[in-house]
């Protein structure tokens, strides 16, 4: 019986140590080898600062700057600890009242834009934490941002082309717009025509 506890304990410890210790050892050093940057959370740096990941959204609310999708997460926007989806049926007043106030923040924003507003900016992901839009709701940002800004919308135009990100293949989805991404591209660009100025 002692012999048989003796086995069971040293079998157990002995594979508590490989799945606990050396299998997980040895697929974040493989990661860390082959995949620097995705290993450590897709951070952004900025002038030796890490401003963000380009995994999750921020919240930007300065009209010179593309906004992120609305965040579910409370009462943190884009908290990663409290990730969640809103859970708010199509029927719950609280949905149409939250799209209302996001539409309304929108058209305060920009009083004179045109065309309907693209879903993905006045509701929320099933994360609440999306750090990307759909093309469509870039392009509805472009003429207030260049109004903001005080940038051609050409210049607009390429910048989100840049930032635009591609599936492999069409039926794995469409292609998005990496927001924090641009919005640094963005600042970068006004910095740069601040300095021209001088």
Not at 19 to 43: E, T
Not at 56 to 73: D, H, K, L, N, V
Not at 115 to 143: F, K
């Amino acid at each position: 019986m002692f012999r048989s506890l003796s086995t069971t304990v040293r079998l157990f410890l002995l594979l508590a140590v490989v799945s606990g210790l050396v299998y997980p050892l040895a697929v974040l050093g493989l990661a860390h080898l082959l995949f620097p940057a995705k290993s450590q959370g897709s951070l952004l740096v900025r002038r030796g600062r890490v401003v963000g990941s380009a995994l999750i959204g921020q919240e930007i609310i300065r009209p010179r700057y593309f906004w992120s999708r609305p965040s579910a997460t409370t009462p943190v926007p884009y908290d990663a600890d409290a990730s969640n989806a809103s859970n708010t049926a199509p029927t719950n007043p609280r949905l149409v009242a939250d799209i209302r106030r996001r539409l309304a923040r929108l058209e305060h924003a920009d009083p004179g834009a045109h065309g309907p507003v693209p879903i993905d900016l006045v509701t929320t992901s099933g994360s609440g934490l999306d750090p990307d839009i759909s093309l469509a709701a870039a392009a509805y940002q472009i003429p207030r941002v260049a109004r903001a800004g005080g940038l051609p919308v050409r210049t607009l135009e390429r910048l989100v082309s840049a930032h635009t990100e591609r599936p492999p293949l069409p039926f794995l989805g469409p292609p998005v717009v990496a927001v924090l991404p641009l919005d640094l591209a963005l600042h970068r660009l006004y910095e740069k025509e601040q300095k021209g100025r001088r």
